[in-house]
């Protein structure tokens, strides 16, 4: 049996170890230099980072100061001379363009006395206020800031085609969406020549027979929901374009009759001209002349009889054929 001597064996155990213990010393440790101190680094660290966030808070400071400095300076603030709407709010309006640069300071949440500042307008946030704070603001197609301080406004009004008269209520207006808007803000000459509902009174109850609502429970800015009131409104519209392309000083146009009969509108001139007009564009029944046919025939019948008939519209209604317009027995 082969045996080893004790001694050898311990001494080659301890120069084995002694590699081991050199490789476990810390590598990032220079040599011949001392190990940085956790005790002494600390506070210097906590002190630099101090002073970081005193100079920040300075500057911090320091800036918004200079930002309400440029704020308060004319040259980035708004007046009424700086803002500019295209296209021109409408004549019939009444001071729509001193109301809505009235609104300008509200709505750009301005908090004191003086103009607001191009520096903290949004653009965004005024034309959404401007559509729920104006009525007559259809829809803002831009809202564009011009350095320094210009403004331009780019809006689409509502224009009202028909005019519902109450004993009660007075008079209120409908675009041709059915939005319902103030009579208080149109010029008088303007009021007295749109198109009224005949038989208003006795419409708004069919309009509630069927479900709907008083025009008086609807807020302005919202629409009164009707399909004959629509349809109403939708003959206005077409005829109060074509009026207004034939460039005439007078109105053709006085009333739509929706209540006589259920299904055909009936329209009235100025000169009391009854037409059996029907269906409202785009809703004619088959075998009925278009919007735009009736229209042309209309225009056709006039210049040869005038618009009120040089024949005794009296008992008698205009009514569409195929290709003319003729005068019949009122039915």
């Known amino acids: 049996m082969l045996r080893t001597d004790q001694a050898s064996t311990s001494s080659l155990n301890q120069s084995s170890a002694s590699p081991r213990r050199a490789a476990d010393a810390p590598a990032n440790r220079s040599a ?19 002073t970081m966030v005193i100079a920040g808070s300075a500057s911090v400071h320091a800036l918004g100061s200079i930002r309400n400095w440029l704020q308060n300076q004319p040259e980035f603030r708004f007046n009424s001379d700086q803002i500019s709407i295209h296209p021109e709010p409408p004549q019939w309006l009444n ?21 607001p500042s191009a520096l903290t307008f949004d653009t965004e946030e005024l034309a959404r206020r401007l559509r729920m704070k104006m009525t007559w603001i259809e829809s803002v197609k831009s809202v564009r800031l011009q350095h320094p301080n210009h403004l331009e406004l780019d809006l689409v009004f509502r224009k009202p085609v028909m005019a519902l008269s109450l004993v009660k209520q007075g008079v209120i207006l409908l675009d041709k969406q059915g939005v319902v808007l103030p009579a208080t803000d149109v010029r008088k000459d303007f009021l007295d020549n749109i198109i009224q509902f005949n038989y208003a009174e006795t419409l708004v109850d069919q309009v509630i027979q069927r479900g709907g609502k008083h025009p008086a429970q609807i807020a302005q800015g919202q629409v009164w929901e009707d399909t004959r009131i629509a349809d109403s409104l939708q003959l206005a519209a077409f005829l109060t374009a074509q009026d207004d392309a034939r460039n005439r000083p007078r109105r053709l146009f006085r009333l739509i009759d929706a209540a006589n009969d259920p299904n055909r509108l009936i329209v009235r001139t100025v000169e009391d001209l009854w037409i059996w007009w029907g269906r409202a564009p785009g809703h ?48």
Do not use: C, Y
Not at 107 to 113: H, N, Q, R, V, Y
Not at 296 to 325: I, P, T
């Open 32 to 50: 011949g230099g001392p190990a940085l101190s956790r005790r002494k680094f600390g506070p210097q660290v906590a002190s630099t980072l101090a």
């Open 95 to 115: 001071d729509p363009r001193d109301r809505i640069l009235a609104l300008i300071p509200e709505l750009t949440e301005s908090i004191s006395a003086q103009p």
């Open 284 to 331: 004619e029944l088959p075998g009925e002349p278009k919007a735009e046919t009736k229209w042309r025939l209309l225009m056709e019948w006039l210049q040869l009889h005038g618009q009120s008939g040089k024949l005794d519209v009296n008992q008698s209604m205009l009514v569409f054929e195929k290709d003319r317009a003729v005068l019949s027995s009122a039915k």
